[in-house]
C-alpha cells in the first residue's frame, strides 16, 4: 500500500473527528510515522486524542485566545521557562519553527509547585498550541516543517537528575509519554547547551527518560560553536553565539520568559482543593486501598448536570486516570502519569446527567499500588 493510500485510509477511518486544519498530506504523515504506518493503528490512537482535546475544551479555536495569559499557563511558563514559537524564527536547514526551553533552577521546588495532572496538562496546551502554529505555517509555505528545540542546561543542577525516581524526573517520564503518544513526529531536533561538565551522566539521565526511537534526535553542543551543525546561525539566539533576537521576548537574547524565584508561597498545599470549594477538610472521607499489579480502583458515581465532581487521590505508583461519562467523553485527559511529590486535586463540572466512572489503574506490572483518595458531589 503506497503512503497516498494509507492517507486515503486514514481519513476515511477518522471521518469528522479529524479538522479541516489537521486533514493534510504533512500532519497525516506525521500520524502515520508515529504509528508505523498502519492507519487502524494510528486512528486509534487518534480517537483518544481526540477526545483529551475536547476534555479540556481545545478542540475550540477561542480555546487559543489569550493563551499566555491563562492562569495556569502563567504558572507553568513561570517555572519553565520557554520561547513562544512563531513562524517567524525558522531554522533554514529543515525548514523547522525553532524554540528555546529552559531548563528548571530547583527541580525540588519546581515539583511542589505543580501537580503532575497540572503540568500534563499545560503541556498538552502546550503542544496544542504549537501544533496549531505549525499548521499555519505549513499552509503558508507548502512545505513540512517541525519543531527544533533549544534546552538550555545553564541553570541546572545536574545532581537533582540523577535518581531516576526523582519527582521531577518521574513528572517528565509523563510527559514524554504524552509526547510520544501524540507528537512524536512533530518534534525533529533537540539541540541541548550548556550541558553539564559530566556527559556521561547526562546521557544517562537521557537514556532513563527518553525511548530509544527518539534518542538520535538529540545532540549535544558541548560549545555554542557546535550549534550550526544543526541549526542556522540566523536562527541561533544571540545567548548562544548566533544572530536572532527575539525583540517582544522578556528575554531578547533567548527568546524565553523569564524565571520565576520560586519559595514557600508557591508550594501546592494537600487539600487545598477542599478549601476552594468551603469544605472543611475534616469532613472529608478517604479511602485507603491496595490495588493489585495491573487492577483498577473504580467508582461508578451518579451525577447531575451542573453538579461538580471534586477529587483528591495520591498513589505512590504509575497508574492510568480515566474518568468518563456514560458515552465515553472524557471530563479529565487520560494520562499516564504519577503522583510523585504532591496529591492530585481539581474540580470537573458535570455538563450531562448521567453516571461516569472514575477509575484509577496500575500501571505496575509487578508491584501494589496504595490509594487514598476523596471523592465527592456538590451542587
Known amino acids: 500500500m503506497s503512503r497516498t493510500e494509507r492517507r486515503h485510509q486514514l481519513l476515511e477511518l477518522l471521518g469528522d473527528k479529524i479538522s479541516e486544519p489537521e486533514r493534510t498530506d504533512f500532519n497525516l504523515d506525521r ?87 497540572e503540568f500534563l496538562q499545560c503541556f498538552f496546551r502546550a503542544c496544542e498550541y504549537f501544533l496549531k502554529i505549525l499548521l499555519e505555517y505549513e499552509q503558508k509555505c507548502g512545505k513540512r516543517s517541525f519543531g527544533v528545540a533549544i534546552f538550555d542546561m545553564q541553570n541546572m543542577s545536574i545532581l537533582q537528575y540523577v535518581n531516576p525516581m526523582a519527582p521531577i524526573n518521574r513528572i517528565f ?85 523569564i524565571q520565576k524565584e520560586l519559595g514557600n508561597d508557591d508550594f501546592r498545599k494537600d487539600g487545598a482543593i477542599w478549601e476552594k470549594y468551603g469544605i472543611d477538610q475534616k469532613t472529608v472521607d478517604y479511602e485507603n486501598c491496595l490495588i493489585t499489579a495491573g487492577d483498577s480502583y473504580l467508582q461508578i458515581l451518579e451525577a447531575k448536570k451542573g453538579q461538580t465532581l471534586i477529587f483528591e487521590y495520591f498513589a505512590n505508583r504509575n497508574f492510568e486516570i480515566i474518568v468518563e461519562d456514560e458515552k465515553g467523553n472524557y471530563l479529565l485527559p487520560r494520562f499516564k502519569m504519577c503522583s510523585p511529590l504532591l496529591a492530585e486535586e481539581g474540580a470537573v463540572l458535570i455538563k450531562e446527567n448521567g453516571k461516569l466512572n472514575f477509575e484509577l489503574r496500575n500501571l505496575s506490572r509487578m508491584m501494589k499500588m496504595k490509594l487514598r483518595i476523596a471523592l465527592r458531589i456538590i451542587n
Open 31 to 117: 500520524w502515520l510515522e508515529a504509528y508505523d504506518e498502519n492507519p487502524q493503528r494510528a486512528a486509534e490512537a487518534y480517537f483518544e486524542y481526540f477526545k483529551n482535546k475536547k476534555s479540556l475544551n481545545l478542540d475550540r479555536p477561542e480555546a487559543y485566545d489569550d493563551f499566555y495569559l491563562k492562569s495556569d499557563m502563567i504558572n507553568y511558563y513561570n517555572i519553565f521557562a520557554q520561547s513562544k514559537p512563531t513562524s517567524d524564527w525558522v531554522n533554514s536547514f529543515d525548514n523547522g519553527i525553532v524554540f528555546v526551553e529552559m531548563g528548571t533552577k530547583d527541580s525540588i521546588k519546581s515539583s511542589k509547585s505543580i501537580r503532575a495532572g
Open 173 to 257: 517520564e509523563a510527559r514524554v509519554n504524552v509526547l510520544m503518544s501524540y507528537y512524536s513526529e512533530v518534534v525533529k531536533n533537540i539541540v541541548i547547551v550548556n550541558p553539564p561538565r559530566v556527559l556521561n551522566v547526562l546521557m544517562k539521565i537521557i537514556s532513563l527518560i527518553l525511548p530509544a526511537k527518539v534518542i538520535n534526535r538529540i545532540h549535544i553542543a558541548v560549545q555554542h560553536s557546535d550549534i550550526p551543525k544543526w541549526i542556522s546561525n540566523d536562527s541561533i539566539p544571540v545567548a548562544y553565539g548566533g544572530l536572532k533576537i527575539i525583540k517582544d521576548a522578556e528575554v531578547p537574547e533567548t527568546g524565553c520568559n
